[in-house]
């Protein structure tokens, strides 16, 4: 079990945590606000550049590609059993429909 807290403390502990995020947006209001525009475009671009990992941005990132393809099974998986089987039957005929357009050369021995 935990340690109990006592609510004072919490209390003082949260007005510090306030009065320090105060200070800290006031720091940076009063940074920027000394900062050139050519300062400003020049720290602009170099966090830009820190960003770039080479992949295509218009493309999902792989964990949300995955996380996709896991609800689209979950999906399937909530399907009506009929529309299920539809499905299932669907996909067989394309893969004999297939073997029929592209038969699978014999070995010669």
């Not at 105060?22 to 940074?31: D, M």
């Not at 525009?37 to 550049?49: A, F, M």
């Not at 770039?52 to 999902?60: E, I, K, L, N, V």
């Amino acid at each position: 079990m935990g340690t109990k807290l006592a609510e004072t403390e919490v209390k003082r502990w949260l007005r510090g945590q306030k009065v320090a995020t105060q200070w800290i947006e006031g720091e940076r209001t009063r940074s920027l606000l000394q900062l050139t525009p050519q300062e400003s475009l020049r720290i602009y671009l170099s966090v830009q550049t820190l960003t770039t990992d080479g992949r295509d941005r218009a493309q999902p990132s792989p964990l949300l590609w995955r996380m996709r393809q896991a609800l689209k099974r979950y999906a399937r998986r909530k399907q009506k059993p009929r529309a299920r089987a539809y499905s299932k039957l669907r996909l067989r005929l394309r893969i004999s429909s297939m073997n029929r357009a592209y038969p699978k050369p014999y070995l010669a021995d």
